[in-house]
C-alpha cells in the first residue's frame, strides 16, 4: 500500500508541475506573439506615416511560422530603407524585442525580394546593405523572421504562480513525510531488528525505511524462532512442533513453502541470508 500511495503521490506531483510548466510556457509564448505583433503594427504605421499616409490601415499581422511574421498594407507606399531600419529598431527597442532578426521586403506581384537586412542587436554589426536605395511606390509586403528566440516576457502574474507551484511542492512533501512517518511508525516500539529490517511481531510486519511488509500468522511465528537463535541451526523439527504440531496440525512441505517466502520478503537485505543445513534445518545469518 505504502509503495502505491509512493506512486500515486509521484504522479500526482509531476501531473501539477507539469501543467503548470506548461500553462506558464504556452502563455509565455501567446505574450510574447502578441507583444511582437504590436511592435510590427508600429513598425508599419510608421512607414505609413513616413509616406504623408495617415488614412490607410496596416493589416492585420500574420504568423507565417514561429518567429516569422508579415506586414501588409492596404495601399502602395514607398519604402526607405533608411527608415525602414531605423523604424524598425526604435519600435522593437520600445517593445523590448529581440534585435536579432532577418527583414525581407517582397513584391506583392511575386515573391521577389526587394531589399533585405539582418540585424544583430546593433546596426554596425548587422548587415544592411543599400541603404540609401529607395524602393519605389508599390504593393510590398514586409517579412521579419527572429533568428534568436524571443526573450520570455516574465509578468507578475508569472512570478506570482511560480511562487504557489513551489508552495504547493514544499506542503505536498511536508505532508507526504508526515503522513509517511504516522502510517509507518508503529506506536508499539516492541521491536527486534534483523539486518536493515525492524520485526514487529505483535502486529505482524516488518519495516524497511519507507517499505512496510505484512506477514501471515506463520511467516511471523518461524521468523520469531529464528530472530531468537540467530546464527544457529534450528531443526526442522523444532520448527514443525512449534508452529504447526503444537496447534494439532500435520504438515507436509508446508516448512519449506514457508521458508521460501520469507527467503523472497528477506532478500533486499545482503546483510542477512536464510540457509538450509541439509538434512538438519535452517539458520538465520545475520
Same mark, same amino acid.
Given at each position: 500500500?505504502? %509503495? ?12 501539477v ?17 502578441d ?7 508600429? !513598425? ?52 523590448? *524585442?529581440?534585435?536579432?532578426y ?10 521577389? !525580394? ?16 543599400c ?12 517579412? !521579419? ?28 512533501v511536508?505532508?507526504?513525510k ?38 501471515? %500468522? ?24 512449534k *508452529? ?6 500435520? *504438515? ?11 527467503r ?23
Open positions: 500500500m505504502m %509503495k502505491r500511495n509512493t506512486y500515486l503521490f509521484k504522479g500526482l506531483l509531476i501531473l508541475l507539469g501543467t503548470l510548466i506548461q500553462s506558464c510556457t504556452t502563455q509565455t509564448n501567446s505574450k510574447n506573439a507583444i511582437i505583433k504590436v511592435a510590427l503594427r508600429d !513598425v508599419g504605421h510608421q512607414l505609413l506615416l513616413n509616406n504623408q499616409d495617415s488614412t490607410s490601415r496596416v493589416k492585420p499581422i500574420i504568423a507565417l511560422e514561429e518567429f516569422k511574421y508579415q506586414i501588409a498594407f492596404e495601399n502602395h507606399l514607398i519604402i526607405h530603407p533608411d527608415s525602414l531600419v531605423r523604424i524598425m529598431t526604435n519600435s522593437f527597442k520600445k517593445a523590448n *524585442v529581440s534585435q536579432h532577418l527583414t525581407e521586403v517582397l513584391q506583392c506581384k511575386d515573391p521577389q !525580394v526587394a531589399y533585405s537586412y539582418q540585424m544583430k542587436a546593433t546596426i554596425e554589426k548587422g548587415m544592411v546593405p541603404i540609401g536605395r529607395v524602393l519605389e511606390k508599390g504593393c510590398y509586403t514586409i517579412t !521579419v523572421k527572429f533568428t534568436k528566440a524571443p526573450k520570455p516576457m516574465v509578468t507578475a502574474r508569472d512570478s506570482l504562480l511560480w511562487v504557489l507551484a513551489a508552495g504547493f511542492v514544499l506542503l505536498a511536508v505532508l507526504y508526515k503522513n509517511a512517518k504516522t502510517t509507518h511508525t508503529p506506536t508499539n516500539e516492541n521491536y527486534e531488528v534483523i539486518g536493515h529490517y525492524k520485526f514487529y511481531p505483535e502486529q505482524n510486519k516488518l519495516i524497511k525505511e519507507a517499505l512496510e511488509i505484512s506477514l501471515s %500468522k506463520k511467516e511471523c511465528e518461524l521468523l520469531a524462532i529464528f530472530i531468537a537463535h540467530p546464527n544457529q541451526i534450528v531443526t526442522r523439527d523444532t520448527l514443525t512442533k *508452529v504447526w504440531e503444537d496447534k494439532g496440525v500435520i *504438515v507436509g512441505r508446508s516448512l519449506d513453502t514457508y521458508i521460501s517466502k520469507l523472497k520478503l528477506l532478500q533486499d537485505d545482503d546483510s542477512i541470508k536464510l540457509t538450509n543445513v541439509h538434512g538438519v534445518g535452517y539458520k538465520l545469518e545475520c
